[in-house]
């Protein structure tokens, strides 16, 4: 169920599934889009197709079996899932690799004009709509992010960018409801003052509701806001918790250290819409990707009645955030830098992702 970065991997491993005895099914929407090229396509660097994966093609190509759609609720007891389009499907093993969704308790993405940072073809459009907005005379549209997580600065940078891109000053304003904690102080102060030399405004507040061309703090200031960014947080798909599985506040489906939903040994999970009850962590893309051969050989080991093997999620990672200006900010326990060569390799590492998830290599451009 769902084609994120772990199913990826699945599917471009079919062939030992088959061969282990399994009959294989994908329920999950034609494209996928990967989110550590998202920020690039909303500034206008990268192109939508740069960070599109066309699942429905690599299905065909792995001879497994596909449908185009959504799950939407299961009766795990009877083992059969409902379908959006109305179908059910029955499984004797189930694989969950859905990802998340944005956290939005006051309901705000069903106003018009607000843009949930996932699923990411919401980022996309936004750029359509800045884009055409910006081949019209005039500033451009007041854009406002909710968030002040790594997700809202990375986003905001990203809007500075394409404004920029477009010769335009920024019109965008990152509300954030407490100081940031996601890196280092000196980083963050370095990272604050970046976006504000390129025309970025920085606020404290809550966003409690969205009006007509502007949107509402709790304190009860009211800011210009012709479209509505929520980096609000990633919650699970909140259907998952009606499952009667055990989940984390964030809704995330509990798992043992070989990926099985406690109390549900036929039923694996990865990335993050599940979280290893005994080594939590937050939901980023790469957990999904090392988790993945774990989650194949326990796939394979309950076909064919062989070990499961342990998935121990590392305890520091990574993480570069693209600033949309050509610059990247690169952080590592501690440490931190930010710069040109910073934002490279990123691309590197998220292209030879893509590259590799469609079964290609990635071959940089001179
Ligand atoms: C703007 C942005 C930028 C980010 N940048 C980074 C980054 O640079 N590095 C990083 O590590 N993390 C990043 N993250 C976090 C990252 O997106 C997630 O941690 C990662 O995508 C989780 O991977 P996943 O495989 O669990 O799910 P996803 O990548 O979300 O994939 C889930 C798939 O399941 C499908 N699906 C969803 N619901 C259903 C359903 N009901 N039935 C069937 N299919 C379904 C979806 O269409 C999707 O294709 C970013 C997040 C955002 C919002």
Known sequence: MGAGHAHLHLLARARFLRAAGL????????????SGLATG?????LSVEAAEIDVAALAAVSGVRHLAATVVGANLQARVLQLNTGQAQGFDLLSLNVGSQVRDPLNLASAPGVFP???????????DQLEAAMAEP???????VAGGGQTGFEVTAALAGLYTRHGRAPQVTLVAAHSPTFAPQGALAGLTAHLQRRGVSLLTGEIVARRDGTCLLADGRELPCERLVLATGLVAPPWLGQLGLAVDGAGRVQLTPQLQVLGEARVFAAGDCAVIAETPRPAVGVFGVRAAPVLLNNLL????????RSYRPQSHWLSIMDLGDETGLALWRSLWWRGRAALRLKRWLDLSFVAKARGGTFTPSA
């Open 138 to 144: 005039g500033p451009g549209p007041q854009v406002v």
């Open 117 to 127: 940072v996932k699923p990411l073809a919401g980022l996309f459009t936004l750029r």
């Open 301 to 308: 080991a309950t076909a064919t009645g062989a070990q499961l």
């Open 23 to 34: 009959d294989l099914t994908l329920i999950a929407p034609e494209r996928f889009h990967y």
């Open 41 to 45: 396509v909303l500034s206008g660097a």
